[in-house]
């Protein structure tokens, strides 16, 4: 290898160290991160695989990320870093959301209304220690749990259909006649013939009827 091609080479890896460097350190939210947080825990049943940088929404805004996750007396203490200021009223809702069908986790603050639709009121409440969330289970964990409990259920449904299935292509029952018998395919095709041609005369009689009825309606 040119000493040309030695130096090409040189400074093509050097410009992409430049660019690496680049987006890792100054386009790194953690180093240049401006916000002034707060702390806030919440102890939820079960977190669902939620875990440390897990992102934190209000309302859906991005206002934090979740920082440790502890089991204490059977129940999961998530203490989360918060930037965005809300109040939150006794009527919240904070539940643990798929970020995506796939994977992912995020925590979803609903800080709830001063008064609901019924006019009811709610207190403010100022503590940001131990409130209470839930979890909203994986909906395809709840279709596998459904169709493992039900799985003999399902079984014979499966093979109920599949019997009448073969008695339709059989020709056997009232069902299958219909559907095997060429005579009925030919009354149907009449019938839709007549159906066609009776539309047809009503569209040209329409004119006539509608001249008639000005008719009358002049005396």
Do not use: C, W
Not at 56 to 68: D, H, I, K
Not at 125 to 140: M, Q, S, W, Y
Not at 193 to 206: F, Y
């Amino acid at each position: 290898m040119s000493m040309k091609n030695e130096l090409t080479v040189g400074i093509v890896f050097i410009i992409a160290l430049v660019l690496l460097g680049y987006f890792t350190i100054i386009m790194s939210d953690d180093i240049f991160d401006t916000h002034e947080y707060y702390g806030m825990t919440v102890v939820f049943p079960s977190i669902e695989g939620l875990g440390g940088n897990d992102k934190v929404r209000v309302n859906g805004v991005l206002s934090g990320s979740v920082e440790t996750t502890e089991l204490v007396n059977n129940r999961v203490l998530v203490t989360m870093k918060l930037y965005n200021e809300f109040v939150l009223y006794e009527n919240y809702r904070i539940t643990i959301k798929n970020e995506t069908a796939l994977a992912g986790k995020y925590v979803s603050i609903d800080p709830g209304m001063q008064f609901d639709e019924k006019g009811k009121e709610y207190a403010v409440i100022a503590t940001r220690e131990n409130l209470v969330g839930k979890a909203i289970e994986d909906p395809f964990t709840l279709i596998s749990e459904f169709v493992d409990e039900n799985r003999q259920n399902i079984q014979v449904s499966l093979r109920n259909i599949r019997e009448i299935t073969d008695k339709i292509n059989s020709g056997r029952g009232t069902l299958g006649a219909l559907v095997n018998d060429d005579r009925m395919v030919t009354k149907t095709d009449d019938l839709i013939e007549e159906l066609r041609e009776t539309i047809e005369d009503t569209r040209e009689q329409a004119p006539v009827t509608s001249f008639i009825r000005a008719a009358l309606t002049a005396f």
